[in-house]
């Protein structure tokens, strides 16, 4: 169940609209305020084609496959601690205080990487010890017969 591409005067038609945040031929972007009313909305028992039609979202232009998956991101992000907040946008540089910490803990990380490097070539060295007594051990008894 794909999607269809926006025409241009649906996109114009969308775009008009105050709750959308922006439009692709692909996709629609509503704005936190509106997904947060739809969301009251839904939980007072109403239909998202009402909620969208009442708004002025043209339904026929969304399509089913767009509000289904409209309805079921918005259900999970109600539930969310960061709410309706578009994330994507959110994205912050690291203060300097957690980029210490977390070249702190990559070199803690690589410490404890390097010690079991360390522990691995004992065991083979003394594996491979072994190996050479066992060998000769084994021809030792084949040349005495």
């Known amino acids: ?57 043209d339904t026929a232009a969304l399509g089913t496959a767009r509000i289904n998956g409209f309805l079921e991101r918005l259900r999970k992000t109600g539930e969310r601690e960061e709410g309706f907040v578009n994330l994507r946008h959110q994205r912050k540089a690291k203060s300097p205080e957690e980029r210490n910490q977390s070249a702190e803990k990559r070199i803690r990380q690589l410490e404890a990487e390097l010690a079991y490097t360390r522990q691995e070539v004992e065991f083979l060295k003394k594996l491979q010890a072994a190996n050479l007594e066992a060998q000769k051990a084994w021809e030792s008894k084949h040349r005495q017969k």
Request: a neutral charge; one cysteine or more; charged letters at 25%.
């Open 1 to 57: 169940m794909s999607n269809k591409l926006f025409s241009f005067e649906e996109m114009a038609s969308l775009k008009a609209s105050p709750h959308v945040e922006s439009v692709t031929n692909r996709s629609v972007c509503f704005t936190p305020e509106f997904k947060r009313l739809v969301y009251r909305e839904l939980l007072s028992g109403k239909n998202i084609y009402t909620v969208f039609e009442e708004h002025g979202i």
